[in-house]
């Protein structure tokens, strides 16, 4: 009998995603590297060719942005990226993430002719290293057309003259953290608006972005939009109309960061705490908001739970810690009833 041929009659209309990509590398990506990494493969199944002006395109992102993204997934080993001797990407090859696949193989570390950036080589949780750059690397990044206009504007955002270490630290975020030209002007503004033009408040900012996945002015933007919104509103609803000192950021950030509480259960503890003092009111709230924290408290609802179970343990008999009389007792004690205090913390 005849071999057979078997035809499909319609062309695939879906794209496979590994579950294993989905486990491990999408939280850790951000919306730029996910759309395109999803393009790709899905060219990929339909044996379709692309190109970064493609992608460009297809995204309205810019193309260095996506030669960024690209070099993002190569560093973790979902691609490899080939490039010809004039250092112009040639070829993007999809990786299999079946372990039972060969490994791939280390990248050929050249720097695209598209972009200053070197493609990054650490993984999500190592902490990218500042390095010492050369004069001939710092010459090299400033006599790029669109360098020199960012380093201008720079000086204008800070009202001086930038120094080496200054530009080094715009190459390091440029270079090292992959931030666009547009990026970095808009670090710099965002920085100064709040009264801060030292480029090590800057760089530890950029880290910030970086770690959050942040790729344009406009995600910047965004993010900085919410959080400014969140410490404005705790500000106001303790009394405050002044912009927070360190010391009040440290335990904002704890409340929001460290806690990870929503906003409204912030406010019910500023509300309680705006009706019991008028002074010392960010440690009164705190105080408030730590007892909520080793309690579970995660929403509004769960307060009352919370504040009625500190009740019941306040009112129960409390054992006599009364100790017998020494050299050191016959000194006059404060009388300071801290129990008492703490209760009218929860009660009020």
């Keep these: 009998m005849n071999r057979v041929n078997i035809y499909r009659s319609a062309s695939k209309t879906q794209t496979s995603v590994s579950n294993r990509f989905i486990d491990e590398y999408m939280a850790d990506a951000n ?4 759309k395109i990494y999803l393009f790709l493969i899905r060219m990929m199944d339909a044996n379709l060719p692309t190109s970064v002006s493609d992608i460009a395109d297809k995204f309205n992102y810019p193309e260095k942005d996506v030669l960024r993204a690209l070099m993002y997934w190569e560093s973790r080993q979902l691609l490899d990226l080939d490039f010809d001797a004039a250092h112009n990407l040639s070829g993007i090859r999809v990786l299999s993430l079946d372990a039972a696949c060969e490994p791939p193989r280390t990248p050929n570390r050249i720097t695209p002719v598209l972009s200053f950036i070197r493609p990054a080589s650490k993984m999500p949780d190592e902490k990218i290293q500042k390095p010492a750059y050369s004069p001939d690397e710092l010459k090299r990044f400033k006599s ?15 009202g001086r003259q930038l120094s080496r270490a200054d530009m080094e630290t715009i190459l ?6 992959g931030f666009s030209s547009d990026l970095i ?5 965002h920085c100064v608006e709040r009264g801060k033009k030292d480029f090590r408040y800057i760089e530890k900012v950029a ?6 996945g942040i790729t344009s002015a406009q995600e910047a933007q965004k993010v900085s939009r919410k959080y400014d919104k969140v410490v ?6 303790l009394g405050k109309t002044s912009s927070p000192a360190p010391k009040e950021l440290e335990y904002i950030n704890k409340w929001t960061k460290e806690y990870g509480f929503l906003l409204d259960v912030i406010q019910e503890a ?9 002074t010392h009111r960010f440690a009164y709230a705190d105080g408030i908001l730590s007892k ?19 009740k019941k343990q306040s009112a129960a008999p409390k054992a006599d810690t009364r100790t017998a009389k020494n050299s050191f007792n016959h000194f006059k004690q404060n009388a300071y009833d801290f129990d008492s205090l703490e209760d009218n913390i929860i009660s009020n």
């Design 185 to 189: 002007d808009y670090l710099i503004q």
């Design 270 to 278: 500023c509300d309680k705490t705006v009706m019991n003092t008028d």
């Design 31 to 34: 919306d730029a590297q996910l």
């Design 172 to 177: 390091f975020v440029y270079d090292r953290l």
């Design 232 to 237: 404005y509103t705790i500000m106001k609803s």
């Design 207 to 212: 880290l910030s972005w970086h770690e959050q």
């Design 144 to 158: 790029s057309g669109e360098i020199e206009q960012l380093l201008m504007v720079a000086e204008q955002y800070v």
């Design 292 to 310: 909520w924290y080793r309690a579970g408290v995660q929403h509004k609802a769960d307060i009352a739970a919370a504040d009625g179970a500190f």
